[in-house]
């Protein structure tokens, strides 16, 4: 009688590489953690252990919500998805070995690749931008500046201040009403008249929002109007200079092409979205921005081990502005396509709504809302309704 001897066959192990920690990358780690591939090793590597989600982000400059509840922490997520977290910096990528090669000389070695770092604003063409101007992201950068400008205004609430703020779209409207919101409730507590506190608003185009209806873009530009927020509409700022010694409280002038010249203590950019050059350097097909063209399945329409989400992807067949919503409803279509492609399915296609609902808070604790050509003003209602839909999402990534 022959006896056969059943041996255990080890499965093949693939490396899936996460880089960047953004709202696709969350999701994909949670479903991760809940439906397990076997044989695939996850792996995250992100400049930072935290994650601000960006629907909370001017509710926390308002003074609303605390750090714990606007970020995610990913430590906790990896370990819940069993993944290895590398914290660093991606600068260049080997795509014909798959390697990423990161700035503490980290190599990490992919089977499947998926980018979803955001995006940061374009600050070098602008002469003196990138040297004197605060960028909104890295947002640890923009909170660490902007929570050490509270403390100060804290402690000497009677001294002028003036905020500049580069960059007209739905981001630098809700940063200036948020931060006139926080600095006048610090204002009203010391009992200081708000006056020589000035925010001063820069939008290249004629009018605010350009990816938004006619409706809330009057909408909002009246309410900025009416609370006293400085608009320069029409002005493009061509140079920023800093005019006083870092010894002293420091002064730094904004200068526009028309020949306006403003000055003020500190320069917030949120202008139009740019990438980072090691994606083109790669060789990875990209737009003129330089973000990764990716298919109806989030693969890149170059290279079909790379895969990209959020606003550092651009869908070939249906661009959207760049948006979190986006970027959240895109986290479980990147999910299935990455089991599938590891699993050596054919990938399922996604297809991003067209119009959607968008919540802009007005830094009181109210909300507009508009889809299409469908506004509503600003209303405490609202803002209930935002903050439901927010604390929702991030209880997603809570973890005891």
């Known amino acids: 009688m022959t006896i056969k001897i059943q041996q255990s066959i080890q499965p093949i192990v693939k490396n899936l590489v996460l880089v960047g920690g953004g709202h696709s990358h969350a999701i994909v780690m949670k479903m991760f953690g809940i439906k397990p591939l076997t044989g695939v090793r996850l ?127 739905a981001g630098g409207v809700e940063l200036a009403l948020s931060m006139q919101s926080r600095l006048h409730r610090i204002f009203d507590e010391s009992q200081q008249p708000i006056q020589n506190r000035e925010i001063h608003l820069f939008q290249r185009g004629q009018e605010l929002m350009p990816n938004y209806h006619q409706s809330v873009r009057h909408q909002l530009q009246h309410i900025l109007t009416d609370r006293g927020i400085k608009l320069h509409l029409g002005e493009t700022v061509c140079k920023v200079a800093s005019i006083t010694p870092k010894e002293t409280k420091e002064v730094f002038e904004i200068k526009c092409e028309s020949g306006l010249t403003v000055e003020c203590n500190k320069i917030f950019w949120v202008t139009q979205a740019s990438a980072p050059e090691w994606l083109k350097n790669a060789g990875l097909g990209t737009d003129e921005q330089g ?87 600003p209303h405490k209602l609202l803002w209930y309704y935002k903050d439901w839909i927010d604390r929702r999402f991030m209880e997603r990534f809570r973890f005891e």
Not at 312 to 327: E, L
Not at 354 to 370: E, N
């Open 43 to 169: 792996i995250l590597i992100t400049t930072a252990s935290e994650t601000a989600y960006s629907g909370m982000l001017p509710g926390h400059i308002a003074g609303f919500y605390s750090h714990n509840e606007c970020h995610i922490d990913l430590r906790p997520l990896a370990n819940f998805a069993q993944a290895q977290l590398y914290i660093d910096t991606v600068v260049a990528l080997d795509l014909r070995n798959n390697k990423v090669l990161c700035a503490n000389g980290l190599v990490v070695d992919f089977d499947v690749l998926s980018i979803d770092i955001g995006s940061t604003p374009a600050t070098i063409s602008v002469s003196g931008a990138a040297e004197y101007a605060i960028a909104a992201k890295p947002v640890s950068q923009l909170l660490e500046h902007w929570h050490e400008l509270v403390e100060t205004v804290g402690k000497n609430p009677q001294e002028p201040i003036r905020i500049a703020i580069a960059g007209g779209g």
């Open 291 to 377: 973000f990764i063209l990716v298919e109806d399945t989030l693969q890149s329409q170059t290279h079909p081990q790379v895969f990209a989400s959020g606003d550092i992807a651009t869908m070939v067949n249906h661009p959207r502005p760049k948006a979190g919503v986006f970027a959240v409803r895109q986290g479980k279509p990147l999910f299935e396509n990455l089991q599938r492609i590891l699993l050596g399915k054919s990938l399922k296609p996604y297809r991003p709504q067209k119009q959607y609902l968008s919540l802009i808070g007005t830094g009181d604790k109210r909300a507009s809302a508009t889809r299409g050509t469908f506004t509503l003003p």
